[in-house]
Structures are given as C-alpha cells and as structure tokens.
C-alpha cells in the first residue's frame, strides 16, 4: 500500500533549527512536497523535490533521497509565526499525491 | 485578487440533507480538486478533474458526487449527508493534473448531525 510517515509534533525554540522529516512508499513516484499549514487555514505550498539532493529557498530547505524513500523539511531561525502544521506528500505514477497526517510545529519563545 | 473561492466557509447540516459545496477559481487552472481533512488523517482526495468536462475519483467518493460544466466551477455535492461526513472540505485547483503544486481554497467545515 501507500503510505506516508511523519511526526505529530515539535517543539523548538524562537530562532534555532528544525528538522522535519518524511518516509514515503508509494506506487511510483513523481515528486516530494511540502506544505505549510497554520491553523484553521488552508495549506499552502512550499517546495517540490525530484531529484536526491537538497533544495534551499530562504530559510526553508527540502532534502530527498529517493533510494530511501525519505525527504526532510528544514528550517532555519526560526521565527513564531512559523508555528504551523507541516504536510508532506508524495506524487505516485498516476500523479496522484499522498498525503501525511502532518506534522505539527510549536515554536517557544 | 486571484484564487479559490468556497462557499459556505461554514455549516450545521441534518442527517439525510442534500448539501452542495461551491467552488470557483479564477486561475484558469485546468485541474480542480476536492479533499476532506480529518484530524489525524492526511487529506484525502474524494473526486478530482483534468479538464473540464472530464470528472475522476478519488480515494473516498462515496456519498459524493461532482461536476465539471466549465473551467471556473467544481461543485461538491452530498446527496444524503451523513455523520461520518463531517469535515472541513478543501478545493483546490492546479495548472494542469499531474503537477503537485496545488492552490486551496479556505476551507468549508460541515457538521452533519
């Protein structure tokens, strides 16, 4: 079957690193995305992944390693409104995307 | 501004009530998508479409139905509404069906009682 793991929760502190991570096992695959998530609202996108290796934008990097099946969401300094939930999702052969529970991120001053 | 309108944003439905979920993007995206989100679930897709005039389902379609008249609206429809479909209903749209990158509305929470 397909399936997507992730943390529930983190916690981390105002201005330090987080590192998210996700394994995927899907029939096929055509990618990695991360999604941002703050309460009550709707999620929006962050980054994509094909290829191994680790894509940076700003403060907010995604890792992929496709031999294993896992990929990690990194963020730097962070900052309180960052406290969101974080989803991750795989694109099978079919284009379809399978979604995580999410991870839910609680930033502490 | 651009994006992804639902209506209503909220709703208390009784059991065996027909209810429709309204959505209209101004993207000209030619993928639309519904989703339900439940606490401890990832989200999951009920029915999608590629273009319009073509409908798809999803992972959980039963109880729901769609339609795809135009490139702007993607309608949800619960025929008999039931418990178990109490959610928050998610649509969203992308450029075409095979991207992953998806733009969602705000969100519609049903209580069906």
């Known amino acids: 079957g397909q399936n997507i793991d992730q943390p529930t929760e983190m916690t981390a502190t105002e201005g330090a690193i987080v590192q998210i991570n996700c394994t995927y096992q899907?029939?096929?695959?055509?990618?990695l995305f991360w999604y941002q998530q703050h309460a009550g609202e709707a999620p929006t996108f962050l980054s994509y992944?094909?290829l191994d290796g680790l894509e940076e934008k700003g403060r907010f990097s995604s890792f992929l390693s496709r031999s294993k099946g896992y990929s990690y969401l990194l963020l730097k300094e962070l900052q309180m409104k960052d406290s969101a939930s974080y989803l991750c999702?795989?694109?099978?052969?079919?284009?379809?995307?399978?979604w995580g529970a999410g991870t839910k991120l609680i930033i502490k001053p | 501004i651009a994006g992804i309108t639902q209506a209503p944003t909220s709703q208390i439905l009784a059991a065996g009530r027909r209810m429709t979920l309204r959505c209209t993007q101004d993207?000209?995206?030619?993928?639309m998508y519904w989703y339900r989100q439940d606490l401890g679930l990832g989200l999951r897709l009920i029915h999608y479409?590629?273009?319009?005039?073509?409908?798809g389902k999803g992972e959980v379609p039963d109880g729901y139905s769609v339609s795809r008249a135009n490139t702007d609206d993607f309608p949800l429809t619960l025929a008999s509404a039931v418990p178990s479909q109490t959610s928050v209903y998610f649509c969203?749209?992308?450029?075409?069906?095979?991207?992953?990158?998806?733009?969602f509305g705000e969100g519609s929470r049903l209580t069906v009682l």
């Open positions: 899907t029939s096929g695959f055509n990618g």
């Open positions: 999702a795989a694109q099978d052969s079919n284009y379809q995307l399978i």
């Open positions: 993207m000209r995206h030619n993928a």
């Open positions: 479409s590629n273009t319009a005039g073509t409908t």
């Open positions: 969203a749209s992308s450029e075409r069906g095979d991207t992953g990158e998806l733009f």
């Open positions: 992944n094909v």
